[in-house]
């Protein structure tokens, strides 16, 4: 119930083109889903997170898509780039209920984007 | 740079040693957590500790233990190595007002190797 699921595992796009990952989970507890960008030999960075009272979220050429009843989310890399090519996690917590903010993290995809 | 500082960046050491891995903040944080991140296991929540109590534990082996400075700064120590240990951790910090799903930001990791 603790787990978070992500996929694809691998995604290979064309610059310009748009990248979409997916996640699902199960526990309703979580309210915090933040996704993070990890580059070769860095941690994790945040890229944008979003709370269950909206159903999307918009930053730049990044977008979460929340679908509370389906409990999954999305993450939509508009106008991909080769400079976008990393590995993306998405992640919950449930800091409210659980009185910590510690993330369980998705599985990860790795994007490659080619010009 | 996120302003979370480990040291050291490489670590190869023998089964059955013990090693400590340290951790710095960024200024004003409160919060620090450890996250291990293997090619099976992914990125998974070890431990966290806030103004220098633990609040959190994730999946940490009896092995390992960690603590935290009245400085902030946090230290994984890793004892009776395996194999299987050998991974990436890192440490994250956010400022610590628990269940608002602040920003957690990633140190560069720290590599262990256990030969």
């Known amino acids: 119930q603790q787990q978070v699921k992500q996929s694809p595992q691998s995604l290979i796009v064309q610059k310009g083109g748009i990248s979409i990952i997916n996640c699902a989970y199960e526990?309703?507890?979580?309210?915090?889903f933040p996704w993070y960008q990890q580059f070769p030999g860095k941690g994790p960075a945040l890229l944008i997170a979003?709370?269950?009272?909206?159903s999307e979220k918009k930053e730049g050429r990044f977008t979460i898509s929340f679908n509370k009843s389906a409990k999954q989310f999305s993450l939509h890399i508009m106008d991909s780039q080769p400079g976008d090519s990393a590995t993306y996690f998405c992640?919950?917590?449930?800091?409210?209920?659980?009185?910590?903010?510690?993330?369980?993290f998705g599985t990860g995809t790795r994007l490659q984007v080619f010009p | 740079d996120s302003g979370v500082t480990q040291t050291p960046k490489h670590l190869i050491t023998a089964t059955g040693q013990r090693v400590t891995l340290r951790c710095s903040p960024r200024?004003?944080?409160?919060?620090v957590y450890w996250y291990q991140q293997s090619l099976d296991q992914g990125l998974q929540f070890l431990i966290q500790?806030?103004?220098?109590?633990?609040?959190a534990k994730g999946n940490i082996l009896e092995r390992f233990s960690a603590q935290q400075f009245p400085d902030l700064h946090s230290e994984l120590n890793l004892s009776s190595l395996e194999l299987g240990d050998s991974a990436l951790y890192f440490c994250?910090?956010?400022?610590?007002?628990?269940?608002?799903?602040?920003?957690?930001?990633f140190g560069p990791g720290t590599r262990l190797l256990v030969l």
């Open positions: 994250a910090s956010s400022r610590g007002a628990l269940g608002h799903g602040e920003t957690q930001y």
């Open positions: 526990n309703t507890a979580f309210d915090y």
């Open positions: 979003i709370r269950p009272d909206v």
């Open positions: 992640a919950a917590s449930m800091g409210e209920l659980g009185n910590t903010d510690k993330l369980i």
């Open positions: 200024s004003g944080d409160l919060s």
């Open positions: 500790y806030y103004n220098g109590e633990e609040r």
